[in-house]
């Protein structure tokens, strides 16, 4: 069974980092799509950042150049590195992983996570204050 754990998110100033990070396990297909969503206050979930089993990487727009997605399959673990947090990106931040071909690139599946990604972890908040 497919299993997705987050942890690392808490409460930064305006500038300020953070490491989110999702413990992955139940799967061993060759093929996968990794990412990590959030829902803001009052604002319906969306793709930030997703990478694929062929090591491709895409993010939005609203975090590009700010975070970093990476994963460590030595230790089944995915990450998120959060750089210049701001104010706006307050919310609950969700990993989740996409196994049913044909599978998604890292760029296909930004604007269509939430929908399509069939795994999810229960969420951990980041709190950016001013």
């Known amino acids: 069974q497919v299993h997705l754990v987050e942890s690392g998110g808490g409460s930064v100033q305006s500038g300020g980092s953070l490491r989110l990070s999702c413990a992955v396990s139940?799967?061993?297909?060759?093929?996968?799509?990794l990412g990590w969503i959030r829902q803001r206050p009052g604002k319906s979930r969306e793709g930030i950042a997703a990478i694929d089993s062929d090591g491709r990487r895409d993010y939005a727009a609203s975090v590009r150049d700010r975070f970093t997605i990476s994963q460590d399959n030595a230790k089944n673990t995915l990450y998120l590195d959060m750089d210049n947090l701001k104010p706006e990106d307050t919310g609950m931040y969700y990993c989740?992983?996409?196994?049913?071909?044909?599978?998604?690139?890292?760029?296909?599946?930004?604007?269509?996570?939430?929908?399509?990604?069939?795994?999810w972890g229960q969420g951990t908040q980041v709190t950016v204050s001013a």
């Open positions: 139940g799967f061993t297909n060759r093929q996968y799509c």
């Open positions: 989740g992983v996409d196994l049913d071909p044909p599978v998604l690139t890292a760029s296909q599946s930004l604007g269509v996570m939430p929908d399509v990604f069939g795994h």
